[in-house]
């Protein structure tokens, strides 16, 4: 069964304009924690933001946020004030505590982004 | 302080060598994981490494792939033979604290650090 769905496989928005990447995920363990990862051209993997499954606000870093709806188990990021440098493949990722160490994380198929001038 | 570095960036080899791939870790970081993304598809995870032992490898796909990490620092990930399909990019990533049980409930996040991946092409 899928984990974590990305629904989007790529999206556009206009620079200063905030966008949406949406996220679900699919777990029965109480215990989780998401991520979201931004993967530019270069490759590298950078991490952008984290959601624990207790947390009872939602995430901020930033221009990024994470609007966590746990009942619906969606953890979407919002990207506000685009920039040109936001273009970049998004990863949605989870982490349960399945395990006494289950650190392992799952990630999603991931959303290309492309900021436009 | 350095991030997580891999070596090479890149390797195309022909089906049926063998390749290594080196992983070093932030210094100071007991956990090691490595990951791969095959073309068009998810980040899999393949093991995870806690100091020089191997916690969790679930996601190894077959006894081609061996992978070490002797004396808890850098870690090598070995194919032996490569097949058409080990072909995409693996990535490496490092954490700091290993995690209780109900790790969910502490405040602290843990994030992996990854390494900017190796492409591996097989031909």
């Known amino acids: 069964a899928q984990k974590i769905t990305q629904t989007q496989p790529g999206m556009f928005v206009q620079e200063k304009e905030a966008v949406t990447l949406d996220c679900t995920y699919d777990?029965?363990?109480?215990?989780?924690?998401l991520f979201w990862y931004k993967q530019p051209s270069s490759g590298e993997m950078i991490f952008l933001i984290y959601?624990?499954?207790?947390?009872?606000q939602n995430a901020t870093e930033g221009r990024y946020s994470l609007n966590f709806q746990k009942a619906r188990k969606s953890a979407n990021l919002v990207i506000s004030a685009s920039q040109l440098g936001d273009s970049a493949m998004y990863f949605c990722?989870?982490?349960?505590?399945?395990?006494?160490?289950?650190?392992?994380?799952?990630f999603g198929a991931g959303t290309i982004l492309r900021v436009k001038s | 302080e350095a991030g997580v570095t891999q070596f090479p960036s890149h390797s195309v080899i022909e089906k049926g060598q063998t390749v290594t791939l080196r992983c070093d870790p932030i210094?100071?970081?007991?956990?090691l994981y490595w990951y791969r993304r095959v073309m068009g598809k998810e980040i899999k995870f393949l093991l995870h490494?806690?100091?020089?032992?191997?916690?969790?490898e679930s996601g190894m796909p077959n006894n081609r792939f061996l992978a070490e990490r002797t004396g808890g620092t850098y870690s090598t990930l070995k194919v032996q033979p490569a097949e058409l399909e080990d072909s995409g990019v693996y990535f490496c990533?490092?954490?700091?604290?290993?995690?209780?049980?109900?790790?969910?409930?502490?405040?602290?996040?843990?994030?992996?650090?990854f390494g900017p991946g190796t492409r591996l092409t097989v031909l």
């Open positions: 777990t029965s363990d109480p215990s989780y924690g």
């Open positions: 990722a989870m982490r349960e505590g399945v395990e006494e160490y289950g650190n392992k994380l799952v």
């Open positions: 210094s100071g970081h007991d956990n």
């Open positions: 990533a490092s954490s700091q604290d290993v995690l209780p049980r109900d790790w969910g409930k502490l405040r602290g996040r843990s994030e992996q650090f």
């Open positions: 490494f806690v100091k020089e032992s191997k916690q969790d």
């Open positions: 959601q624990g499954s207790y947390d009872q």
